[in-house]
């Protein structure tokens, strides 16, 4: 097990097309993504952003594969990996550097729209397709569980006679406690802490051109 490794969780937009390179039995695909920080400003009663951190993303094998058909500039994000140092010397002979998040998992942000997983049909060994289930095998197929792991013994003792489940979210009409309401009626947050504000996009990428030229983007 590592004992010292970057891992990051990012969430923001796309900020560039996807480019794909390697070779056709190991694919890596590289994309520019800005997560912007925001908080409510309670004498204006409206979210400000505060900066935006760009990062360049880089994914290897299968994940670079389904990102490439999956992802388009101006998606939200949300992508987990570990942040990587690249060093190259430019023609000058100065080294130069970035960071690098490379990802292990790169999905759509749900808060802010809707997507849907369609899992690619791949041959076996034997020549079957692999979200088949194997003759006698407890597992069940990918299109109700694509692990195979079998059905969930606890799912009806979870749910006794079928009754609603208590998930401790308050109705709507009631204020939850990071709430304020002033005389106003409008809700503001009761502390100008960093909130994040689902709708806020990066500005323009200032740091999108590669500092050497002459340097690939893989």
Excluded at 37 to 44: K, V
Excluded at 93 to 122: F, M, W, Y
């Amino acid at each position: 097990m590592a004992t010292q490794q970057a891992a990051a969780t990012v969430t923001g937009y796309v900020s560039s097309d996807p480019l794909v390179g390697g070779t056709e039995t190991f694919k890596v695909l590289s994309f520019r993504i800005g997560s912007t920080r925001s908080r409510f400003n309670t004498a204006t009663n409206s979210w400000e952003d505060i900066g935006t951190a760009w990062l360049t993303v880089k994914a290897y094998r299968m994940l670079a594969q389904n990102a490439q058909s999956s992802l388009r500039r101006g998606d939200r994000v949300i992508v987990v990996g570990l942040l990587n140092t690249e060093q190259w010397t430019n023609e000058q002979g100065v080294i130069c550097s970035r960071i690098v998040l490379e990802a292990s998992n790169i999905g759509h942000d749900l808060t802010v729209g809707t997507t849907q997983l369609c899992k690619p049909r791949r041959n076996n060994a034997q020549g079957a397709q692999s979200d088949q289930v194997t003759a006698g095998a407890p597992g069940i197929s990918s299109a109700g569980n694509p692990n195979g792991i079998g059905a969930d013994p606890y799912a009806a003792a979870a749910v006794p006679n079928n009754q609603p489940v208590d998930l401790g979210v308050a109705p709507p009409d009631t204020p939850s406690p990071e709430t304020s309401i002033p005389a106003n009626g409008q809700g503001v947050p009761s502390t100008p802490s960093d909130i994040p504000n689902p709708t806020s996009e990066p500005q323009a990428d200032n740091f999108a051109d590669n500092p050497d030229p002459t340097a690939s983007e893989f």
